[in-house]
């Protein structure tokens, strides 16, 4: 079975990306995942999943994004609040949200 890590190596480079802002349905940007250490690996996930899913995070991206969290949704799901970019997937399926995913350069 896959873990994060694996997952992780098969994205694209994130090296001209400043962060990425998810934006709510009404224009309001909800949530940012910015280009800094501890965050690196869920700013790749998530900029993976705007190119895949055309910049729409939505129930099935959210839960393609699950599947790659791989072993860390589980830590997650026991310890809200520790992985917030996990947390925020969790929602959007939960609560059939929907985000725009807009990658900032730097």
């Given at each position: 079975?896959?873990?994060?890590?694996?997952?992780?190596?098969t994205f694209?480079?994130?090296?001209?990306l400043?962060?990425?802002?998810?934006?709510?349905?009404?224009?309001?940007?909800?949530?940012?995942?910015?280009a800094?250490?501890?965050?690196?690996?869920?700013?790749?996930?998530?900029?993976?999943?705007?190119?895949?899913?055309?910049?729409?995070?939505?129930r099935?991206?959210?839960?393609?994004g699950?599947?790659w969290?791989?072993?860390l949704?589980?830590?997650?799901?026991?310890?809200?609040?520790k992985?917030?970019?996990?947390?925020?997937?969790?929602e959007?399926?939960?609560h059939?949200l929907?985000?725009r995913?807009?990658?900032?350069?730097?």
């Open positions: 079975m896959k873990q994060f890590q694996d997952y992780l190596a694209p480079s994130i090296e001209h400043n962060r990425i802002d998810l934006i709510d349905t009404q224009g309001t940007v909800a949530h940012s995942i910015p800094i250490e501890g965050k690196l690996g869920s700013l790749k996930l998530y900029n993976a999943l705007a190119l895949k899913f055309h910049g729409e995070l939505n099935e991206s959210a839960q393609q699950l599947l969290f791989a072993e949704v589980e830590d997650a799901q026991k310890n809200i609040g992985h917030p970019n996990i947390d925020l997937l969790l959007v399926v939960k059939n929907n985000y995913l807009q990658p900032i350069s730097k």
